[in-house]
């Protein structure tokens, strides 16, 4: 796909992202529920296909709360029989990209770093977990940085039949403070043609480990658990 082209597609996305944003109130959308998570697309439960699964994590902190999310939603999709790859993006050597467009959008990058790693197994994987705690309302820059090397592989990872969930945690307690970042992920996930199939969007949550003392866990390993 030449650049010109996947800047129109990312500007279609970014326009529906409007439109999620703007049907957020409607009874359809899918949006967090009183106690913060989203509800799952019909479409999504009762699958019996067991999945590959690619967990990204993005938060550096020691006794994370996402990692902690992160964790029960592998527990749960293990329990299932799915098969999880974890890569921790805040521990990785993964570089920025550059935007040289040496891979041109589907080819090789011109770092050989663990990015190189994760390539053949974000082609195969059937569903990819983005996992994240909110800075300044946006993805950590840890996570943004490998999202960002999807560039190389956009050509082969775009239009596949993927699923993709999303889980947060911030320490605001408002839920309108999420917004930017669902409508992010929704807008990633629309662009490259994935199908969101759940979120666990956790409020509230600010210190290291208090994440242990809300419910998201358990809703983060019961959506591992059912997709
Ligand atoms: C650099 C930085 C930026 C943050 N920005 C926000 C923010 O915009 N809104 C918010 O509610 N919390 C913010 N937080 C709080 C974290 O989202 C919160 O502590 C979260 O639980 C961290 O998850 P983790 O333990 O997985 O790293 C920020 C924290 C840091 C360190």
Known sequence: MDRRKFLQQLASAAAAGIVLTSCANSSNAQTPDSAGNDSKPESAKGSTKKMKIFVLTGSPRKNSNTNYMAERFIAGAT????????????????SGCIGCNHCNMNGPCIYDDDFSKLRPKLIEADLVAFVSPMYYFGFSSQI????????????????????????MAYADTSKSEAEAMTVHY?????????????????????????IKNTKYGEDAYKLGKSI
């Open 79 to 94: 329990e299932a029989g799915h098969e999880v790859f974890k890569f921790d993006c805040a521990r990785s050597d993964v």
């Open 144 to 167: 943004k940085r490998v999202i960002d090397r999807f560039y190389a592989i956009n050509g082969q990872i775009k239009g596949a039949s993927k699923k993709a969930v999303f889980m």
């Open 186 to 210: 929704k807008a990633l996930v629309k662009y490259l043609g994935w199908k969101d199939v759940g979120m666990v969007i956790a409020p509230g949550v600010w210190t290291a480990g208090s």
